[in-house]
């Protein structure tokens, strides 16, 4: 069957029983009702229908942003798929719709915890197939809430509650994921390669960045190398080809520059007329003047201005840029790739200043007034430090006393409680509003949020339990908070399927089922509210 509506389990019944007819008595164990009910639990029967539905909400949400910037989205990194799954009912629990929350897929992730080397930096070290892999691995424990949730409410429906209007309105847990693609893991035809697994996997949106992919750096690292903006173009081409190949005709490309932090290119690019691409790059290395004779055997020259000169080589055979070029090459980064396909900008900085961000993207939206930024909300910035900095030169600028506070020391637990604290502590939790509002960022992420919560937690448990607390610091601080939050994986045969296996195998061997759900499951013991008695409605195999 064609993918079928959330809510149109009637036509799947319509189908099923059509279906039926149409091959006899064979078919007199197959309940059409049991069929429409595992259809409809089951709405995304491939990746591609999830990276077109997905595409669609994406390209929605770029036309409201536009219409009004308070409409910002948000996501959070994930590195498992279980990870992206209890995030995501945990955003159907507190905030009763998934609308505007994505799922983010770090290259920086996959390399540390998902590489078969073993943990590795993020330096294009990782297999390639590992990205689509965990693509397919979050859509798969995706949908499987879906199902897991649906079968609950089918359930309720079967024993007399009315939660008809739950099924036919059910909102799905699949969101958009912005999947990195990393430098494109090679030249523009393997970039594509890559992107049509990643594109098939479910990604509608795939971010890449101007590096080099053989010396690829973390953005937050030293040693960035960028390349020619031809280069990139044909990578950015290489994305929407594989978008358009597989009918994902609205996919959306994330244009990353690294060239505020990249002081290094590789290539120098072949300029064909004054002015063009090739020449403004060309223009940003930083060369000196000389004189034919002081030229050295093997020299690269360059012409400016009528001028011979020597652009400066390390000893590795790469070029260096000009001091103090990299805000300019940022700005012409971004509305290059605007003017050659990409639908976002990325752009990696030092700290997280919303002025600072502002001051290019206005200089990109003066030539490209759409222009919208994904923004990376990185761990890898220390944000308490650097917001009582900013708070510290701004209370000097306004002349305030800040005699009580050691410019030097200001991540000081001392300073928590005092206003300083409060005011940088503001700027932290409305960044993401000033940020959508005045700098044009359309995508709030965190890149490795997971990454340090799992850290941070085990850290935590491992104290508690190999110390005098043994199992009270599990029991305390995981399964009993489990319990008072209603956190979904309490019941963790259940999130594993078990439930929505058990009915499976009553469908499939109907009274000779031998199922996991009975009096002895363990599970019962978190059935802490008392149990109604309804009259259960028995779901009658069709003729």
């Known amino acids: 069957m064609k993918n079928l509506p959330q809510n149109n389990y009637a036509s799947a019944l319509q189908t099923v029983k059509d279906i039926k007819t149409k091959f006899g008595n064979t078919w007199t164990a197959i309940n059409p009702q049991y069929v429409a009910r595992m259809a409809t639990q089951n709405r995304f029967k491939t990746g591609l229908d999830i990276a077109k539905y997905t595409a669609a909400i994406m390209r929605n949400d770029m036309a ?5 910037a308070s409409k910002y ?114 030249n523009e035809e393997a970039t594509y390669l890559l992107a049509k697994k990643m594109i098939q996997a479910g990604a509608c949106a795939i971010q890449i960045e101007n590096q080099v992919s053989d010396a690829k750096q973390c953005g937050h690292q030293d040693g960035k190398v960028t390349v020619p903006h031809e280069d990139f173009i044909a990578k950015l081409n290489a994305v929407r080809y594989a978008f358009l190949e597989l009918g994902v005709d609205d996919g959306i490309i994330v244009a990353r520059t690294d060239s505020e932090g990249a002081g290094l290119t590789q290539k120098l690019p072949v300029s064909k007329e004054p002015g063009d691409l090739a020449s403004q790059y060309l223009a940003f290395v930083d060369a000196e003047e000389i004189t034919i004779g002081e030229a050295k055997e093997d020299d690269v020259l360059l012409k400016r201005e009528g001028k011979l000169m020597r652009p400066k080589r390390l000893p590795n055979g790469l070029y260096k840029f000009k001091e103090g070029s990299n805000i300019d090459r940022v700005v012409l980064d971004c509305i290059t790739s605007l003017q050659n396909g990409a639908d976002l900008l990325w752009i990696e900085t030092p700290t997280p200043n919303v002025k600072q961000i502002a001051h290019m993207m206005n200089r990109v939206k003066a030539v490209m007034p759409n222009a919208k930024l994904v923004y990376n909300n990185s761990p890898s910035f220390n944000w308490t430090l650097n917001f009582r900095n900013q708070v510290y030169e701004e209370m000097v600028a306004e002349g305030e006393n800040v005699t009580a506070y050691d410019k030097n020391n200001l991540m000081a637990v001392e300073y ?80 594993a399927g078990s439930d929505l296996g058990d009915d499976h195998k009553t469908f499939f061997a109907g009274d000779n089922a031998l199922k996991a759900g009975g009096a002895k499951n363990t599970s019962n013991q978190f059935d802490t509210k008392p149990k109604t008695q309804t009259k259960k409605k028995r779901l009658s195999v069709v003729a």
């Not at 409201?64 to 009004?68: F, I, P």
């Not at 629990?93 to 998902?114: N, P």
């Not at 700027?427 to 941070?456: M, N, V």
């Not at 908070?481 to 045969?493: G, L, T």
């Open 64 to 68: 409201e942003y536009d219409a009004d």
């Open 73 to 186: 989205t948000q996501s959070l990194g994930c590195w498992h798929g279980f990870v992206a799954q209890q995030k995501m009912i945990a955003v159907k629990k507190h905030h009763k719709t998934t609308s505007k929350r994505y799922l983010y897929l770090s290259g920086w992730m996959v390399a540390a915890l998902r590489s078969e080397f073993g943990p590795l930096p993020d330096q294009f070290m990782h297999e390639k197939t590992a990205v689509p892999a965990l693509i397919a691995e979050i859509y798969d424990f995706l949908r499987q809430a879906d199902a897991i949730e649906l079968n609950d409410l089918f359930r309720r429906l079967e024993n007399g509650e009315d939660v008809q209007a739950q099924i036919d309105n059910f909102e799905t847990h699949v969101v958009p994921i912005v999947a990195d693609i990393d430098a494109g893991f090679g």
């Open 416 to 495: 928590d409680n005092t206003e300083l604290s409060f005011r940088a502590d503001e700027k932290i939790r409305t960044f993401q509003l000033d940020g959508a509002r005045e700098a044009g960022i359309f995508h709030h992420l965190i890149t490795l949020p997971t990454y340090h919560t799992t850290a941070l937690h085990m850290n935590d448990l491992t104290k508690g339990y190999f110390g005098a607390d043994g199992m009270l610091a599990y029991v305390k601080e995981v399964q009993r908070q489990e319990i008072r939050k209603n956190v979904a994986c309490v019941k963790h045969q259940r999130m």
